[in-house]
C-alpha cells in the first residue's frame, strides 16, 4: 500500500484492514493486545484542534437526505449534490465538503470518528463566551477558572509544578503552539501547559538561536535575557532532544497552511519521544459571516479553503505519524466554539448558531458516526439553529475514560457534573474489553449463543445510568441494545440480530461502577 | 580589592534562607551568554549633554519615569507630559518631601516582647538595644520598612537615589549587627539623597553603622586598621585603574588620621587617646601631603583634611560622575561616552562643590539621557521589577491592615529581593551588588537561570492566584489595568497601552498581531473585543466579567513573559 494516501476501502472489506494492516477477526488477536500494550506503556497523545470562529457544520458534514431542504434554505452557499463526498456506510446520507477528500479516504480507511449534534444546553452564541465554555468544560450558566484538560492534567500529575519535572515526567505535561496559553490548559493551581508561542519560536529552541534584536544597547541586552529565558525554560532541553532525535518524513505536508506546520512540530516531539500526553494547536478563520463561497462556485472559497487545509494538514499530520510510527497512540479532534445557522445569509456566508459535529482522527477512533443526521423543516427560519445530540461534555468524558483511562472515580473531579453515557468514539474501551473477564454477577452469557436471530441477555444494574454496547470486533459500535436509567437489580434485555451480519462481536455494559464485556457469535 | 567578606559571627540572616547561595558564575547558562567584554560594535549614540530637545512624549516620559522611580504609572505619566522635560526633571528631584518618613515601627511584638519599653507600633529607633532577638526582629523591620517606602514613595526620586547611595557607601545590616545603626545610616543616606557628595563622604566616615562595618570603631593607635581607609579611597572616591593611583603608604596613612573614631548611641565620638600622634606622610598622588597631628579633640579636624585632599583629585569627581552614568543610563563607558558625558559632569560637580544635585540634573535633562539609543537598555533590578509589578498595575496595600500585617507584606517582597538577587540592606559585600559594578557583566548580574525564572513565576502568579502575605492576598486586576488605557475597547490602542507600559522596546506589527488574537480568541474581527468590553462595561455580570479576565489575563502574563518586560 502506498504511503502518501489512505486508500478508500469497500464497506465489506473495511472489518478486515485498518490502514494497510490487515488484522484477524478474532478477539484474542496478538496485534489488538500488542496494540493495547504498547498504547498503555508509551503513553496516549491527544491532539486538540481548535477551529476557531464557529465552524460551519452542516457544510462541512452535509446531510445528503435533507438536500432538497437546504438547497432551499442554503441556495446562495450550497455545494451542488454531486460535489459531495458521501462517506461510506452512510447510505450515501451524509457526505462531506468536497475540499475534505483526505478526510473523507482517511474516514473510509477506518480512521476517522464523527459524532453529529454536539453542543450543550442552552447554547451561547458569542464567540468568546461559547470560546470559555468548551475550554473549562462547562455548563452555559457555569463559571469555571479552570480549563477541563487542565483538571485532568491535575488529577493525573498530583501535585504539579511542585516536583515537576521528574524521572517519571521528565516533559511537558501540555504543549500548546500559539500565543498566550490556552485555558484549556490552566490547572487549579497553576497552568499544566507549556506554550511555544509560534512556529519560529520552536526552530529558534531546536537551533539554538533567538529572535534576531537591533544592533543597539537595548537590542544586546534583550538577546542576553532571550538566550537566559530560552534556556532557563524548564522544557528547552527536552524539546530541543525530541525533536533532534525525530525529523518529519511525510511528504504530505502543504505548505502556507498554519495548521500544517503546527501539527509538523507535533509529529516530531512526539517521535522524538516526548511523553507529553496533550498538544493544543489551532486555526482561525472559521467566522464565515460574509462570502463563504464563491458566488459563482460553491465549492470553492473561503469556508472550503479553510476545509482543505484542515483536511491536508490531518492527513499528512497522520501519515507522517505512521512513517514515524507513532499512530496508534496518536488521537487528534477537532472542535469549535458552535457551529452556523441553518439559514445562510444575504452576505452569502452564516450566522452564529449551535450545534455541530466534532471530528476524531487515529487509529484507535471507532470508524463510522456517531448520531443522526439533522432533519430540517422546510419552515426553518434564520433564527432556527440545529438541534444538539450529544453533550460535548459527554465527548470529553469518553476522552478521558476511552483514551485517557482516567479512573472513573477522579472523573467528578474534572467534568461537572460526571457524563456516564458516553458516545464510543474511542476503540480503545473496547480494545480494553476485550481483555476483560465477563462477570456473570453482572454481565450474563447470551443465550442462545450463536445467535441466528434472537438472544437474551442478562445484567445488573447498580440502579444508575446504564448502556449496554454492542461492538465489531474492532470495537465500532454496531448497536445500542439498551440505555438509560435501571433500578438496581437484574434486568433483561432481548437482542435480535436483524441487519447485523455473521461474525464474532462484542457487548459491553457500562454504569456507574462498572465495566463488563462478552462476546458473541453470530451465524446465519 | 580590600572587601568586608567576614561576617559577624552571630548573623541572624543566615538563617532565614535555608537555601545554598546561587552562585551565577557556576551557572552555565549565564557563564554562556553573559559579556566577556564590554559590548563592542553595537550603535551607540553621539548625543552630548546639551538639554534635551526632542518631543515630549509618551514614550520619552516613560523612559525618564522607568530610570528615575521604581516603576511607572498612568498617573504619573499623564503628570510628566504636561511638563516639559526639563521642569519634568526639576519635579522628581524637587518634589522630595522635606521632612524624613516616619521611622519604622515594632511590628514584632507578637514573636518577641520588648524588653526595653517599645510598646507595639511605636518606633523603636530611640530605643536601647534590648538583646538579640529584639535586635533580630528590628533588623527585619527596619528592612521590611525600607522596601515600604519605594512601594508608597510618591512621584520623586528619594528612593532611588537612597538606593544608590546604599550601593555606593555599602554595608550590610547583618554585619553591622545594631538595627539602630543601620536606620540612622540609611536615614542620613536619605538625608543627602541630593544633598553635597564631600559633606556626605565626610558623615559616612563618621557614621556609626560604617564605622562598625569596616571596623573604624577598632583602628586604634597603636593597631591601625586600614579597612575603611581603603575602601574610602577604592570605593568611595578616587577608585582604582587611574593613570596614576594612590599607595598602599596612603592607605596607611589615611588609617592612621582616621584612629580615635568610637561609636555612641545614635553617632560617633572622637577619643584622641586613640589618636595616631604621627604626622601623616601621603604619596605623590596626593602630592605628598602631610596631615599633620594635631593634639587632643583637634586630632578629629585630620579627618576633615583627609577628605578635602581626596577630594582636590579629580578623579573622586569623575568615578561618582560614572557610577550615576551606570545607574542611570547604561553601563558601558566607551571614550566617546568618557569624553563627552563623564568629564563634563565632573566639572559640573566641582565647579558646584560637589553638590550632587546639579549634576544628576544636567544628566536627566540631557540629550544623551533621552537619546532612543539609551532606551531599554537596562536591566531591570530586582526592586525595579518587583515594585514596579505592584505600581504600575495598581496593586496596593491597604492603610487599613494593621501594623504587623503590613510588614508582613513590605517583609514577603523583600524577601522575594533577595531570592532575585537583591536583599536590600544587605549587599553581598562592601562593593555593593555585582550588576553596578562588576565588568564586563555589569546589568547582566540580574537575569540567571535561578532569578529569570522566579521573576516569571512572580508576575505569572500575580495574574493567577496571587501572592499571599500579611493576611491578604494581592493581584492584579487586568479590567481595572485595561480601563488606564484611553481606549480599552479598542483591542489595537489597547495592545499598544501595554506594550508601552510594559516593554521597554516596541513590538513588531506581527508580534502585536499574535498578541491581539488572545484577545480576540485567535479571530480577525476587532469589534468582537468592542463589544466584549462594552457588555461588560453596560452590565458588569460575571460571565462578561469572565470574557474579559479569560483574554487579558493570558495576553498580559505573555506580555510581561517577554525578555522586554526585564528592560527599562
Known amino acids: 500500500?502506498?504511503?502518501?494516501?489512505?486508500?478508500?476501502?469497500?464497506?465489506?472489506?473495511?472489518?478486515?484492514?485498518?490502514?494497510?494492516?490487515?488484522?484477524?477477526?478474532?478477539?484474542?488477536?496478538?496485534?489488538?493486545?500488542?496494540?493495547?500494550?504498547?498504547?498503555?506503556?508509551?503513553?496516549?497523545?491527544?491532539?486538540?484542534?481548535?477551529?476557531?470562529?464557529?465552524?460551519?457544520?452542516?457544510?462541512t458534514l452535509i446531510p445528503l437526505d435533507q438536500y432538497a431542504v437546504l438547497s432551499n434554505k442554503r441556495s446562495n452557499i450550497l455545494v451542488p449534490e454531486s460535489s459531495v463526498l458521501s462517506l461510506s456506510n452512510t447510505g450515501k446520507a451524509t457526505g462531506l465538503h468536497p475540499a475534505m477528500s483526505k478526510i473523507r479516504n482517511m474516514y473510509d480507511a477506518g480512521f476517522v470518528n464523527i459524532v453529529q449534534g454536539v453542543s450543550y444546553p442552552n447554547p451561547d452564541l458569542s464567540h468568546f463566551r461559547a470560546t470559555d465554555i468548551w475550554l473549562t468544560?462547562?455548563?452555559?450558566?457555569?463559571?469555571?477558572?479552570?480549563?477541563?484538560?487542565?483538571?485532568?492534567?491535575?488529577?493525573?500529575?498530583?501535585?504539579?509544578?511542585?516536583?515537576?519535572?521528574?524521572?517519571?515526567?521528565?516533559?511537558?505535561?501540555?504543549?500548546?503552539?500559539?500565543?498566550?496559553?490556552?485555558?484549556?490548559?490552566?490547572?487549579?493551581?497553576?497552568?499544566?501547559?507549556?506554550?511555544?508561542?509560534?512556529?519560529?519560536?520552536?526552530?529558534?529552541?531546536?537551533?539554538?538561536?533567538?529572535?534576531?534584536a537591533p544592533n543597539t544597547p537595548a537590542g544586546h541586552e534583550l538577546t542576553f535575557i532571550r538566550f537566559v529565558a530560552q534556556q532557563t525554560q524548564q522544557y528547552t532541553g527536552v524539546i530541543k532532544a525530541a525533536a533532534q532525535s525525530a525529523k518529519n518524513i511525510s511528504i504530505l505536508y502543504p505548505s502556507g497552511n498554519t495548521l500544517s506546520n503546527q501539527l509538523k512540530i507535533v509529529a516530531r516531539l512526539i517521535a522524538g519521544g516526548l511523553q507529553t500526553p496533550l498538544y493544543v494547536v489551532s486555526m482561525g478563520g472559521f467566522d464565515t459571516h460574509a462570502s463563504q463561497t464563491e458566488s459563482a462556485d460553491h465549492t470553492i472559497g473561503t469556508h472550503a479553503t479553510l476545509l482543505q487545509r484542515l483536511s491536508e494538514a490531518v492527513n499528512a499530520f497522520f501519515d507522517d505519524c505512521r512513517l514515524l510510527n507513532v499512530d496508534k497512540r496518536v488521537a487528534a479532534m477537532t472542535f469549535s466554539e458552535f457551529g452556523r445557522r441553518i439559514v445562510s445569509n444575504g452576505s452569502g456566508g452564516t450566522d452564529h448558531g449551535t450545534a455541530a459535529p466534532v471530528l476524531s482522527f487515529g487509529y484507535a477512533v471507532n470508524p463510522?458516526?456517531?448520531?443522526?443526521?439533522?432533519?430540517?423543516?422546510?419552515?426553518?427560519?434564520?433564527?432556527?439553529?440545529?438541534?444538539?445530540?450529544?453533550?460535548?461534555?459527554?465527548?470529553?468524558?469518553?476522552?478521558?475514560?476511552?483514551?485517557?483511562?482516567?479512573?472513573?472515580?477522579?472523573?467528578?473531579?474534572?467534568?461537572?457534573?460526571?457524563f456516564q453515557n458516553t458516545p464510543a468514539v474511542f476503540r480503545k474501551s473496547s480494545v480494553t474489553g476485550l481483555q476483560e473477564n465477563g462477570d456473570d454477577?453482572?454481565?450474563?452469557?447470551?443465550?442462545?449463543?450463536?445467535?441466528?436471530?434472537?438472544?437474551?441477555?442478562?445484567?445488573?444494574?447498580?440502579?444508575?445510568?446504564?448502556?449496554?454496547?454492542?461492538?465489531?470486533?474492532?470495537?465500532?459500535?454496531?448497536?445500542?441494545?439498551?440505555?438509560?436509567?435501571?433500578?438496581?437489580?437484574?434486568?433483561?434485555?432481548?437482542?435480535?440480530?436483524?441487519?447485523?451480519?455473521?461474525?464474532?462481536?462484542?457487548?459491553?455494559?457500562?454504569?456507574?461502577?462498572?465495566?463488563?464485556?462478552?462476546?458473541?457469535?453470530?451465524?446465519? | 580589592m580590600g572587601k568586608k567578606d567576614k561576617k559577624s559571627p552571630l548573623n541572624p540572616f543566615d538563617l532565614i534562607d535555608p537555601e545554598p547561595l546561587y552562585n551565577y558564575r557556576a551557572d552555565k547558562v549565564f557563564t554562556q551568554y553573559t559579556n566577556k567584554q564590554l559590548p563592542q560594535n553595537i550603535a551607540r549614540t553621539s548625543s552630548t549633554l546639551a538639554a534635551y530637545a526632542g518631543p515630549w512624549t509618551r514614550a520619552a516620559v516613560i523612559h525618564l519615569l522607568r530610570r528615575t522611580t521604581f516603576g511607572i504609572s498612568s498617573e504619573d505619566i499623564t503628570l510628566l507630559l504636561s511638563l516639559s522635560p526639563g521642569k519634568a526633571v526639576d519635579l522628581l528631584i524637587d518634589a522630595i518631601p522635606a521632612a524624613p518618613p516616619n521611622p519604622p515601627l515594632n511590628n514584632y511584638n507578637a514573636i518577641v516582647n520588648d524588653t526595653t519599653g517599645v510598646l507595639p507600633d511605636t518606633t523603636w529607633v530611640n530605643a536601647e538595644y534590648g538583646d538579640g532577638s529584639i535586635n533580630f526582629q528590628r533588623m527585619m523591620s527596619f528592612k521590611a520598612w525600607w522596601f515600604s517606602l519605594m512601594l508608597e514613595e510618591k512621584l520623586n526620586m528619594r528612593e532611588k537615589m537612597v538606593l544608590f547611595w546604599h550601593n555606593?557607601?555599602?554595608?550590610?545590616?547583618?554585619?553591622?549587627?545594631?538595627?539602630?545603626?543601620?536606620?540612622?545610616?540609611?536615614?542620613?543616606?536619605?538625608?543627602?539623597?541630593?544633598?553635597?557628595?564631600?559633606?556626605?563622604?565626610?558623615?559616612?566616615?563618621?557614621?556609626?553603622?560604617?564605622?562598625?562595618?569596616?571596623?573604624?570603631?577598632?583602628?586604634?593607635?597603636?593597631?591601625?586598621?586600614?579597612?575603611?581607609?581603603?575602601?574610602?579611597?577604592?570605593?568611595?572616591?578616587?577608585?582604582?585603574?587611574?593613570?596614576?593611583?594612590?599607595?598602599?603608604?596612603?592607605?596607611?596613612?589615611?588609617?592612621?588620621?582616621?584612629?580615635?573614631?568610637?561609636?555612641?548611641?545614635?553617632?560617633?565620638?572622637?577619643?584622641?587617646?586613640?589618636?595616631?600622634?604621627?604626622?601623616?606622610?601621603?604619596?605623590?598622588?596626593?602630592?605628598?601631603?602631610?596631615?599633620?597631628?594635631?593634639?587632643?579633640?583637634?586630632?578629629?579636624?585630620?579627618?576633615?583634611?583627609?577628605?578635602?585632599?581626596?577630594?582636590?583629585?579629580?578623579?573622586?569627581?569623575?568615578?561618582?560622575?560614572?557610577?550615576?552614568?551606570?545607574?542611570?543610563?547604561?553601563?558601558?563607558?566607551d571614550d566617546n561616552v568618557e569624553n563627552t558625558i563623564i568629564i563634563p559632569l565632573a566639572q559640573t560637580l566641582v565647579s558646584n562643590n560637589f553638590e550632587i544635585k546639579p549634576v544628576v540634573s544636567q544628566l536627566l535633562k540631557s540629550a544623551h539621557f533621552f537619546d532612543v539609543l539609551n532606551q531599554g537598555c537596562y536591566i531591570k533590578t530586582p526592586l525595579d521589577f518587583l515594585v514596579g509589578t505592584f505600581k504600575t498595575f495598581g496593586v496596593s496595600i491597604q492603610t487599613t491592615l494593621s501594623v504587623e500585617n503590613r510588614y508582613k507584606v513590605f517583609n514577603y517582597l523583600r524577601g522575594y529581593g533577595q531570592t532575585l538577587a537583591l536583599d536590600l540592606g544587605d549587599p553581598p559585600n562592601v562593593a555593593g551588588w555585582p550588576a553596578f559594578h562588576q565588568t564586563p557583566e555589569f546589568y547582566q548580574a540580574w537575569?540567571?537561570?535561578?532569578?529569570?525564572?522566579?521573576?516569571?513565576?512572580?508576575?505569572?502568579?500575580?495574574?493567577?492566584?496571587?501572592?499571599?502575605?500579611?493576611?491578604?492576598?494581592?493581584?492584579?486586576?487586568?479590567?481595572?489595568?485595561?480601563?488606564?488605557?484611553?481606549?480599552?475597547?479598542?483591542?489595537?490602542?489597547?495592545?499598544?497601552?501595554?506594550?508601552?507600559?510594559?516593554?521597554?522596546?516596541?513590538?513588531?506589527?506581527?508580534?502585536?498581531?499574535?498578541?491581539?488574537?488572545?484577545?480576540?480568541?485567535?479571530?480577525?474581527?476587532?469589534?468582537?473585543?468592542?463589544?466584549?468590553?462594552?457588555?461588560?462595561?453596560?452590565?458588569?455580570?460575571?460571565?462578561?466579567?469572565?470574557?474579559?479576565?479569560s483574554r487579558l489575563n493570558p495576553l498580559l502574563i505573555e506580555l510581561t513573559r517577554l525578555a522586554e518586560h526585564q528592560l527599562a
Not at chain 1, 184 to 201: E, H, L, R, T
Not at chain 2, 213 to 242: C, H, I, M, W
Request: hydrophobic share 35%.
Open chain 1, 1 to 59: 500500500m502506498k504511503r502518501d494516501e489512505f486508500l478508500k476501502i469497500g464497506g465489506a472489506t473495511l472489518a478486515t484492514i485498518i490502514g494497510g494492516w490487515p488484522i484477524s477477526t478474532y478477539a484474542s488477536n496478538p496485534l489488538l493486545d500488542s496494540i493495547a500494550r504498547s498504547a498503555q506503556s508509551s503513553g496516549r497523545v491527544l491532539v486538540l484542534i481548535q477551529l476557531n470562529g464557529g465552524n460551519d457544520g452542516l457544510n
Open chain 1, 137 to 212: 468544560g462547562s455548563a452555559s450558566n457555569q463559571y469555571l477558572d479552570t480549563g477541563w484538560l487542565g483538571r485532568y492534567l491535575n488529577e493525573t500529575y498530583a501535585g504539579f509544578p511542585t516536583g515537576f519535572p521528574n524521572a517519571t515526567m521528565p516533559d511537558p505535561l501540555a504543549i500548546q503552539i500559539g500565543s498566550g496559553v490556552s485555558p484549556v490548559c490552566q490547572g487549579p493551581k497553576a497552568g499544566m501547559g507549556m506554550a511555544i508561542s509560534d512556529i519560529n519560536n520552536f526552530y529558534n529552541i531546536v537551533n539554538g538561536t533567538v529572535e534576531p
Open chain 1, 368 to 418: 463510522g458516526l456517531i448520531g443522526n443526521n439533522p432533519v430540517i423543516s422546510a419552515n426553518t427560519t434564520s433564527k432556527d439553529n440545529l438541534p444538539m445530540q450529544l453533550d460535548y461534555r459527554a465527548l470529553y468524558a469518553s476522552v478521558l475514560s476511552d483514551w485517557f483511562e482516567l479512573d472513573s472515580s477522579l472523573m467528578a473531579n474534572v467534568l461537572f457534573p460526571s
Open chain 1, 441 to 524: 454477577e453482572v454481565l450474563s452469557q447470551n443465550y442462545p449463543n450463536p445467535v441466528r436471530t434472537t438472544s437474551s441477555i442478562d445484567f445488573y444494574s447498580d440502579g444508575t445510568d446504564a448502556t449496554l454496547f454492542l461492538l465489531d470486533t474492532q470495537g465500532r459500535l454496531v448497536d445500542t441494545l439498551a440505555k438509560g436509567v435501571y433500578l438496581e437489580g437484574k434486568h433483561t434485555v432481548e437482542f435480535n440480530r436483524s441487519g447485523i451480519s455473521a461474525g464474532v462481536y462484542f457487548y459491553r455494559l457500562i454504569n456507574r461502577k462498572t465495566k463488563s464485556t462478552r462476546k458473541m457469535m453470530i451465524v446465519d
Open chain 2, 168 to 333: 555606593h557607601f555599602a554595608t550590610e545590616v547583618a554585619a553591622v549587627g545594631v538595627a539602630r545603626y543601620s536606620y540612622y545610616h540609611n536615614a542620613l543616606l536619605r538625608k543627602f539623597a541630593f544633598g553635597n557628595f564631600k559633606s556626605l563622604v565626610k558623615a559616612v566616615t563618621l557614621d556609626p553603622a560604617m564605622l562598625r562595618y569596616l571596623n573604624g570603631d577598632k583602628n586604634t593607635a597603636n593597631s591601625p586598621d586600614e579597612n575603611y581607609a581603603r575602601e574610602l579611597q577604592e570605593l568611595f572616591t578616587v577608585g582604582t585603574g587611574n593613570p596614576t593611583n594612590y599607595t598602599q603608604g596612603d592607605v596607611e596613612a589615611a588609617a592612621k588620621v582616621l584612629t580615635g573614631w568610637r561609636t555612641t548611641f545614635t553617632s560617633s565620638s572622637f577619643d584622641p587617646k586613640q589618636h595616631s600622634t604621627a604626622d601623616k606622610q601621603f604619596s605623590s598622588f596626593y602630592n605628598n601631603t602631610v596631615i599633620k597631628y594635631q593634639t587632643g579633640v583637634d586630632g578629629a579636624l585630620e579627618t576633615h583634611e583627609l577628605i578635602e585632599m581626596i577630594f582636590k583629585k579629580e578623579e573622586a569627581a569623575k568615578r561618582i560622575c560614572r557610577s550615576l552614568y551606570r545607574y542611570f543610563v547604561y553601563y558601558a563607558i
Open chain 2, 447 to 549: 537575569i540567571n537561570s535561578n532569578t529569570l525564572p522566579k521573576r516569571l513565576i512572580f508576575t505569572d502568579t500575580m495574574f493567577g492566584n496571587g501572592i499571599n502575605a500579611g493576611g491578604t492576598t494581592f493581584k492584579i486586576d487586568a479590567i481595572v489595568f485595561a480601563k488606564q488605557c484611553s481606549k480599552p475597547e479598542d483591542p489595537n490602542i489597547l495592545i499598544d497601552f501595554f506594550v508601552e507600559l510594559l516593554l521597554a522596546l516596541p513590538l513588531s506589527t506581527e508580534k502585536k498581531t499574535s498578541l491581539k488574537s488572545i484577545l480576540l480568541s485567535n479571530q480577525a474581527t476587532d469589534s468582537y473585543w468592542t463589544i466584549a468590553w462594552f457588555d461588560y462595561i453596560g452590565s458588569p455580570s460575571v460571565s462578561n466579567e469572565n470574557i474579559l479576565r
